[in-house]
């Protein structure tokens, strides 16, 4: 599958909330760095965060656009309460090895009705 077919497969299965989806997408010894948080690496530690953001807030990626060049996919993004930002895949042999993404947490956390950590507050 192409990076962006990959990509494509990925929002799909985002949209269903299927972590085990998700995670299979992703090679064993991926890179998934939101720019927000510190890196995590391996699929596990994807399917990790997937459980637990998908248990405490509804997302839905649409689609803005996609663009391909060799191994990367590059996916600008929103949500239907307004959020945006991009994301940029690594894919090879039809899996994700590598995940950087862009987004406003602090609007999350608040369209989200979720706490606000302190650290985000000064």
Known sequence: ???SGVVREWVRRFNAADVEGLAALYAE???NHQVV?????GR???ASLFRREFARATMVCEVEQILEDGEWAVMEWRDPLGLRGCGFFRVRDG???F????FD??????QQGLPVPEHYLG
Do not use: K
Not at 99 to 102: A, K, S, T, V
């Open 105 to 110: 947490q602090l609007s999350f956390f608040r």
């Open 95 to 97: 899996r994700i090895v």
């Open 37 to 41: 948080t510190e890196p995590l690496y």
């Open 44 to 46: 596990e530690a994807i």
């Open 99 to 102: 995940q950087r993404g862009y």
């Open 1 to 3: 599958m192409s990076p």
């Open 29 to 31: 010894d991926c890179v």
